[in-house]
């Protein structure tokens, strides 16, 4: 099982970044995909959720800016980023919750400047 996060980098505040998050391995008993984010010095935290009924919530910190999304047939989880600021200077993760266990991608870094 291999969850490839990718799409981070360096941006400007205001600006915009889709993360992306490749699974090759998962195909049966998936329960819910999550995106998280560990700033420097703090510990992880939940971000957005998608599950595979479509249903979808944010974090606070993440409603009205952030846009988690899946494409089935590409097999990739999304989170489009917008209105960046720098304290969203973190590193993503995507999470793959299944009847099997838990999976985690390795991690994207998402640097906003001010």
């Known amino acids: 099982v291999q969850l490839q996060a990718s799409g981070g980098g360096l941006v400007q505040a205001g600006g915009s970044l889709r993360l992306s998050c490749e699974n090759s391995g998962i195909k049966t008993g998936i329960k819910a995909m999550r995106w998280y984010r560990q700033a420097p010095g703090k510990e992880r935290e939940w971000v957005a959720i998608i599950i595979p009924n479509g249903s979808i919530s944010y974090a606070d910190s993440a409603k009205g800016r952030f846009s988690i999304s899946r494409d089935r047939a590409k097999k990739t989880l999304y989170l489009q980023m917008n209105s960046l600021e720098p304290e969203d200077t973190a590193v993503y993760y995507c999470?793959?919750?299944?009847?099997?266990?838990?999976?985690w991608g390795q991690g994207t870094l998402v640097t906003v400047s001010s």
């Open positions: 999470n793959y919750e299944t009847v099997y266990g838990s999976y």
